[in-house]
């Protein structure tokens, strides 16, 4: 025995008696000892002295008791801890085995199904730490114990007391907080982590696992960090014959540079390792099958853009009506747009045969277009020509592109002269005006106002533009739907938008969407609405917004059809797949009345193809709420906040998240916020009864709910059925009876909620 156990021995007297010496770390000396009270031998770790003094020990147990709450049964539990006459300790039990590194060293890589294994049951005592808000810091092998086979993951609770420490000191002493090896690029420079810096790190330890070395390695600890900024690890799949393309996948995404880009929980991280590889391949796309790849600009002025792209999204639309041709959506087409890919790559991505593209010159009141028709199998040209044309010529062309595409590829475009008149406004500038102004709609939160003058532009240079109208008529609806604007205001300047539409475009899809949604979301117009809604998706199966609001607005929140919403949301994706927006309904419609937690996929999804747009931030900070995890919602509101420049409607799921996590007080001061703000703006009085409601304030909830009646609040109809954060609102009877009396459809009081 040494002195320092003979030391140990007498602090410890009567409660352990130390064995031998068992190994030690940077962190801590661990012995074998005996628990006399128990009769049972333990582990027993003693931190390092200069760690000790950093941390003090109230930190120390503070942490140590958070941690030894955790129950789960692939977490090795803490028995004990506290002060042996200086030196800190804690306990756990002794496990009869031995740890992932003993095993490592022994056969350097592991068969992949036992890999995987391992890595799915740490992942879940992970994921069980992280749902009580425990981040474990250091997760490499040396602290994944195997019993029997199974893991057992060590030293949770000690990892934030040493963060919380850090400093010269432990600098000096050489030590981090973590392991150089499997320690997320975050960690290693001292940001904050969260749980998707152990998702990094269990990323690593499974690569070991499956390739026999870590994912980057170096002479010195410096070097295998600064790696890790530069580098990226090699596909397992590339380097190991038999690894499934799931799990190659799932290894390269837990270990993204970018924290955003990893699994947002552990839970995650093992859906994707057990999915079950295809067995057959890809089916070959459909041979009438086609994508219109965003029109190069070659214009000296980069305000073209937008023309270009214009010219682009018209011959899409109008190819997408041909019923035996399958176009792929604006946004799949738009995510290629400046980068440099192979048509076969063009192709795999979107599952289309064939690709069209173009380059707009404009200079002055001439514009020379060139398109190219291209079998992305063999990159072979099917069809090109040039068209040099006076501008007013250009909606001509467009048509006569369209028409020599669809007759390529053996189908007919069915040209109606009157459709085309109504989609060409007499002004070519109120065309361009247009386009950018649907840009920024799609856009959403703070960028609707900038798209709504840039709609009014247009028809100041066309007042009888039709499709600018219709544009009108959309954006006051949203502004409306997230109370940007009065109802009064988006019922009267949106009706009379959609009422114009109508009226120099009724034979257009945009125009009777932009009516459908001015009659449900202000008329409370059920029958009118459902009828121009089918009308907008008739004229134009492939215009995506129609498709989104219907199944949203109409099947969801005015219907309660929420499977068959779902169900519908998922079609318009399907054609759409690479739009972020439309990910981010098919997550809404999973969240607002299911409450899944499958809803994140498609939200990561959209976070991938949009991660600036309000509509994916949003839909985040609901689906987050809707599972009740109250940090992550309450982090999300701040990315939505501050996206969207505080708007209301994100500051209202901020306080009910606030309510629900146990933060009245932080709950109250939204509430006054929004309130303040009233006073000099519009705050809509349903998101003001849905925080007052959370908040117990029953009368003044009560108060706003028959405000909002009076003056056609959306929120009326939307916080009907399953909204979350609205639970408190549809509690009150006085908000269901005035929900019963707009005759909402199949809307019956004391059975909806």
């Known amino acids: 025995m040494t002195a320092q156990t003979d030391r140990l021995n007498t602090a410890l007297a009567g409660r352990y008696r130390i064995e031998r010496q068992l190994g030690e770390g940077g962190m801590a000396t661990v012995y074998l000892a005996h628990d006399v009270k128990h009769d049972r031998d333990v582990a027993l770790k003693i931190l390092r002295p200069e760690l000790a003094e950093s941390l003090g020990r109230d930190r120390f147990l503070r942490e140590i008791q958070l941690a030894a709450k955790l ?14 006459g200086g030196p800190l300790f804690y306990v756990m039990p002794n496990v009869d085995g031995h740890s992932l590194r003993d095993r490592l060293k022994v056969e350097r890589l592991l068969p992949v199904e036992e890999a995987v294994r391992i890595a799915t049951e740490v992942a879940g005592a992970l994921d069980h730490a992280h749902r009580h808000g425990i981040i474990h810091r250091d997760v490499k092998p040396e602290n994944i114990m195997l019993q029997d086979g199974h893991a057992l993951v060590a030293d949770f609770g000690i990892g934030k007391a040493l963060g919380d420490a850090a400093s010269d000191t432990l600098t000096q002493g050489g030590m981090t907080v973590g392991t150089p090896a499997y320690m997320s690029p975050e960690q290693a420079v001292g940001d904050a982590v969260d749980a998707r810096s152990d998702i990094y790190s269990l990323g690593c330890v499974l690569y070991e696992m499956i390739v026999g070395e870590q994912p980057f390695t170096g002479p010195t600890a410096q070097a295998v960090i600064a790696k890790r900024f530069v580098q990226t690890p090699l596909d397992v799949a590339a380097l190991r014959e038999g690894v499934p393309r799931p799990v190659a996948r799932a290894v390269q995404k837990a270990l993204a540079r970018v924290a955003i880009d990893r699994y947002d929980t552990a839970a995650l991280f093992v859906t994707s390792l057990s999915e079950i590889e295809a067995v057959s391949a890809k089916p070959a796309a459909p041979e009438k099958s086609l994508a219109v790849l965003p029109f190069t600009n070659l214009s000296s002025d980069p305000e073209n853009e937008f023309f270009a792209d214009g010219i682009t999204e018209e011959i899409l639309n109008a190819l997408a009506t041909i019923p035996d041709l399958r176009v792929a959506g604006r946004a799949s087409s738009f995510s290629f747009k400046g980068k440099t890919q192979d048509l076969h790559a063009i192709g795999e991505a979107l599952n289309v045969r064939t690709v069209l593209e173009g380059s707009v010159r404009r200079s002055g009141r001439r514009v020379r277009i060139t398109a190219q028709l291209s079998d992305v199998t063999d990159g072979f040209r099917m069809w090109s020509e040039r068209y040099d044309r006076e501008i007013e010529d250009v909606f001509a062309v467009q048509d006569e592109i369209a028409t020599a595409i669809a007759a390529k590829l053996k189908t007919t475009l069915q040209q109606n002269p009157v459709v085309s008149a109504q989609r060409a406004p007499e002004n070519i500038e109120a065309y361009e005006a247009y386009v950018k102004g649907r840009a920024l709609l799609y856009r ?71 009516r459908a949604m001015q009659l449900l979301m202000f008329e409370w117009d059920w029958a009118g609405a459902e009828r ?24 969801g929140i005015a219907c309660g059809a929420w499977e068959d919403a779902l169900a519908g949301a998922k079609e318009c994706q399907a054609r759409d797949r690479r739009s972020g927006y439309l990910a981010a309904i098919v997550a809404l419609q999973y969240a607002i009345p299911f409450h899944e937690p499958s809803a994140e996929e498609w939200v990561n999804l959209a976070m991938e193809l949009d991660p600036d747009a309000f509509m994916t931030l949003w839909a985040r900070q609901i689906f987050l709420a809707s599972i009740r995890d109250w940090p992550r919602a309450i982090d999300a509101a701040q990315s939505a906040l501050a996206a969207s420049g505080r708007l209301a409607v994100a500051l209202q799921f901020l306080g009910t998240s606030l309510v629900e996590s146990g933060d009245s007080a932080g709950a109250r001061a939204v509430y006054q916020e929004m309130r303040s703000r009233a006073v000099r703006e519009y705050v809509t009085p349903m998101q003001l009864a849905a925080v007052a409601a959370a908040l117990g304030d029953t009368d003044v909830a009560v108060s706003h709910c028959r405000e909002a009646f009076a003056i056609r609040d959306p929120g009326i109809v939307t916080f009907a059925r399953g909204w979350p954060g609205a639970q408190h609102v549809q509690a009150l009877p006085e908000f269901r009876r005035l929900v019963a009396s707009i005759g909402l459809p199949g809307f019956v009081v004391g059975t909806e909620g």
């Open 532 to 555: 121009a809604f089918k009308r907008s998706i008739e004229l134009n199966p492939g215009y995506g917004q129609a498709g989104a609001w219907y199944n949203t607005f109409w099947r």
């Open 71 to 84: 129950s789960h049964p692939h977490i090795l539990p803490l028995y004990d801890s506290g002060d042996a």
């Open 444 to 514: 959403r939160g703070s960028a609707l106002k900038q798209g709504l003058a840039m709609m009014e532009q247009a028809l100041r240079l066309d007042p009888q533009y039709g499709l600018a109208w219709a544009g009108v008529a959309d954006t006051y609806s949203i502004l409306g739907f997230f109370g940007q604007v009065p109802p009064d205001v988006a019922r009267a300047k949106g009706g009379e938008a959609a009422a114009n539409a109508m009226r120099f475009a009724p034979d257009l899809a945009e125009s009777h969407c932009a």
